[in-house]
Structure formats: structure tokens, C-alpha cells
């Protein structure tokens, strides 16, 4: 079988949605590679700033690795703006619903809401509401998201850092993206500190 026997979905039998199966496993194996292609593109979209995107995304991952941050924090650091591409408006929900099946809670709701957080830092210059963040005060993951944008998302726009390599960090996606999807021992796991060395920022009100 090259194809199903289908033209309509509800047409289709077992042996149609099994070959389909089969497909599809295969397809999820190369995420990671895709993922890691998608970031290259990044490069072309958003000029202006000192750095591009992708290097806006490799400065996030090297400074949440230098921080001593856990494999799920490199990661999502490394994609946290992977959304820019098509989805320029709400890119922190699309990079966030990209890592939910294979990362800590903690790591996809700070992904998913660092864009709102980080309007304290410009809201101010382009009229929006830079306390947006404001509204999640509270949140058992407010201050690890206060935290990864003053640390890891805001500062790194710096071409003078060194920063590593898109490889260094190809490993790291591998095997976050070779995980169990909705591994409930992953998504659940015990939210650890940010890292052992970030700057804690203090408490919200
Ligand atoms: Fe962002
Ligand atoms: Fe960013």
C-alpha cells in the first residue's frame, strides 16, 4: 500500500488508519530536526535588532545553560520565539503549544505567557500596558517567568556574549523531542528553582 483507498476520511477502514499510523510515527521522529531547521530560518525573519532571532535564541539557551538550568529550560529557552515565524502575534502560545506534550508544566506556561511578561520591559515605548503581567500575579510560575525574561529573554540581545553553537543544543532538542508525548511523569515532574545560579528577582505582590 502506497496510499489509502480513501477519499473521504469517514471512507477509510482499518488497514487504511493503520498504514497511517505507521506514517505518522515515522513523521514524529523528525520534529526535532524540523524544529532545529525552523530556528536556522528564524535567522531571515525580524531585523533591527544588534542580533538576529536565531541568535536572540541561541544567546537564551547559552545563558539558561550557564545558569545551570535542566534540560527542559535549555530547550524552552532555545524555542521560546519560535512562534515569530507564523505566528508574529501570538508567538508565545504557538512556541508553548509546540513544547506542551514533552516539557514541564513550569517551562510550556512560562513559554507561553514570557510575551506578556516581557511588555514590562517596552510596553511603555509602542502604548501597551507594560504591568500585563500583572493579571497572573499569584501564579505558582509567576516569578519563574519574571525571572526567565529578565534573565534569559530581555538580556540576550547582545552580539558581544558568547554564545554556543546551534549543535551544541541539537542534542538537547533530540531528546526532548524523542520523549514519551504527554509523559505524565514529564509534564508533572516537580518544578525545580529556575536555576541554582539566576538572579532571583523578588516576589510578586
Ligand atoms: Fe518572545
Ligand atoms: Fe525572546
Redo the contacts with the bound molecule.
Sequence with gaps: MENVKFTQMKDGDKADYDFLTEHEIEHTKGTADRLLKALVELDEGLSGYKITRLG?SLQ?ATRAWNAGADIDWVVSALL??IGDIFAPYNHDEYAATILKPFVREQCRWVVEKHGDFQLVYYGEHVGANPNKRDAYAGHEFFNDCAEFCENW?QSSFDPAYETKPIEFFAPMVQQVFAREPYDEMVMNAAPPPLADNTVALSPAA
Excluded: P
Design positions: 536572540h537564551s521560546h520565539d529573554d
